[in-house]
């Protein structure tokens, strides 16, 4: 995003968890019937409509983003192990203005973390921003980005352009798992290079022995 100016999005379908790709079989209200009576045609019909509903949402350009303020030892593990990641902190008003979305509905939402059995959905927004409690330490906040013209073709991805990425940054953490000399020379390069305050990168407040 720092290097390019362009904001990277990709659909749900790409998410390794089954839920998010449609794999897993949801129950929803509409489903049921009064108890003894036949299911209508109409009923049927509904059922499905809403189980194609369901599909369509792994098309979904999704961003993912965690309202913890905390550094998580763990988040830095399983979202960027890679020691030249890292951290940044920003505003929903920050990002979205910085965002050309002259194209795009944005729906945004806290995630509902919610056991995996007896879940009952009353209707696919409830779904877009349901995870299982398995995942509730990520405190994670959810954007998704519709076309207002449905695109010709399926698309997998898109990169948005930024229009001020230095006004998106509210500041940037260094990883953890970078050694100490690299983090200097990490944060150098940002400030020169793109013209970031160097007050606003910082090292990871976590330690790892010989870093």
């Not at 990641?85 to 979305?101: C, G, P, Y």
């Not at 606003?200 to 790892?208: L, V």
């Amino acid at each position: 995003m720092i290097l390019s100016d362009e904001y990277y999005i990709g659909a749900k379908k790409y998410f390794p968890d089954k839920l998010e790709s449609g794999d897993c079989y949801l129950t929803f209200a509409k489903d049921f019937e009064v108890a003894g009576r036949p299911l209508s045609r109409e009923k049927k019909e509904r059922i499905k409509k809403i189980r194609d509903e369901v599909k369509e949402t792994t098309d979904w350009l999704t961003s993912c983003w965690t309202l913890k303020t905390e550094e998580d030892y763990f988040m830095w593990r399983t979202y960027a192990p890679d020691p030249y990641s890292v951290k940044i902190d920003t505003t929903l008003s920050h990002l979205l203005n910085s965002l050309e979305l002259s194209n795009y509905e944005v729906y945004i939402s806290k995630m509902n973390y919610q056991p995996r059995r007896h879940v009952v959905f009353q209707h696919l927004t409830q779904y877009a921003f349901y995870k299982y409690s398995y995942y509730k330490g990520e405190e994670e906040i959810r954007l998704y980005f519709l076309p207002l013209t449905p695109p010709k073709t399926k698309t997998d991805s898109i990169y948005l352009k930024l229009k001020n990425p230095n006004q998106l940054l509210s500041s940037i953490t260094i990883s953890p798992f970078l050694t100490s000399l690299s983090k200097g020379k990490l944060k150098g390069f940002l400030s020169k290079t793109f013209n970031i305050k160097e007050d606003i990168i910082k090292p990871s407040e976590i330690e790892e022995r010989n870093k």
